[in-house]
């Protein structure tokens, strides 16, 4: 069973930067697509990024285009958010979540069918 915990969040100000990881553990990371998704007080939870199981496709929400990057070492068990020029509206807890469904491409990736999620991580944007 595959399990993954978040780390990295924190308080940032406006312009900021934050790294969040998304550490495997239980199973080897490599067939899975990786997604990062958030949820601020009062809304739904959204996908943020994708990266597929060998890197071959990312995306990325309009929202946080130019701003997020999403990586990932496979052969460490880890995924990582790098989110830069931080704004107020990116303030909500972000999670991660691994399939194997559909982990070839984040087209496919289908992380409502089967996923393993973490608990998730604070991130706050304030000045």
């Known amino acids: 069973q595959l399990q993954v915990v978040e780390s990295g969040g924190g308080l940032a100000h406006p312009g900021g930067s934050l790294r969040l990881s998304c550490a495997a553990s239980?199973?080897?990371?490599?067939?899975?697509?990786i997604g990062w998704f958030r949820q601020a007080p009062g809304k739904e939870r959204v996908r943020v990024s994708c990266?597929?199981?060998?890197?071959?496709?990312?995306d990325y929400a309009d929202s946080v285009k130019g701003r997020f990057t999403i990586s990932r070492d496979n052969a460490k068990n880890i995924a990582y958010l790098e989110m830069n020029s931080l704004k107020p509206e990116d303030t909500a807890v972000y999670y991660c979540?691994?399939?194997?469904?559909?982990?070839?491409?984040?087209?496919?990736?289908?992380?409502?069918?089967?996923?393993?999620w973490g608990q998730g991580t604070q991130v706050t944007v304030s000045s």
């Open positions: 990266i597929s199981s060998l890197s071959a496709s990312t």
């Open positions: 239980g199973r080897p990371l490599d067939y899975y697509a």
């Open positions: 979540a691994a399939t194997d469904v559909g982990g070839v491409s984040c087209t496919t990736a289908s992380f409502r069918t089967r996923a393993s």
